[in-house]
């Protein structure tokens, strides 16, 4: 079993900045890629960014250049920088683990993910 539990979510005016942060505890936490989802009322869980076990990153295209993800292994803890938030960047933000075969095929759908943390709140107002 892999705990995930996110923090650093908030209330952040357009055009701000926040870092959400995922603490893993269980298992080995560096063969797991990583991954952020968000989810907005009414809405799917959407991918946002993931980071495979060797730091290779991917990211949905409408945050590619404002997010980066980054991992911390001696800390089992991966980042999510946010900057030039935008209203349409507000939803419940979620932590995902997943492991197995081909991941870097799998990891945009939330349907392959083997853990998730409970999310944070982030609410960007305009």
């Known amino acids: 079993q892999v705990q995930l539990v996110e923090s650093g979510g908030g209330l952040v005016q357009a055009g701000g900045s926040l870092r959400l942060s995922c603490v893993a505890s269980?298992?080995?936490?560096?063969?797991?890629?990583m991954g952020w989802f968000r989810q907005a009322p009414g809405k799917e869980r959407e991918f946002v960014s993931a980071?495979?076990?060797?730091?290779?990153?991917y990211y949905a295209d409408s945050v590619k250049g404002r997010f980066t993800i980054s991992r911390d292994n001696a800390k089992d803890t991966n980042y999510l920088q946010m900057n030039s938030l935008k209203p349409e960047d507000t939803a419940v933000y979620y932590c995902?683990?997943?492991?197995?075969?081909?991941?870097?095929?799998?990891?945009?759908?939330?349907?392959?993910?083997?853990?998730w943390g409970q999310g944070t709140q982030v609410t960007v107002s305009s």
């Open positions: 980071i495979s076990s060797a730091g290779s990153t």
């Open positions: 269980g298992r080995t936490f560096s063969r797991y890629y």
């Open positions: 995902g683990a997943l492991t197995g075969s081909y991941a870097d095929t799998r990891l945009r759908s939330p349907y392959e993910y083997d853990y």
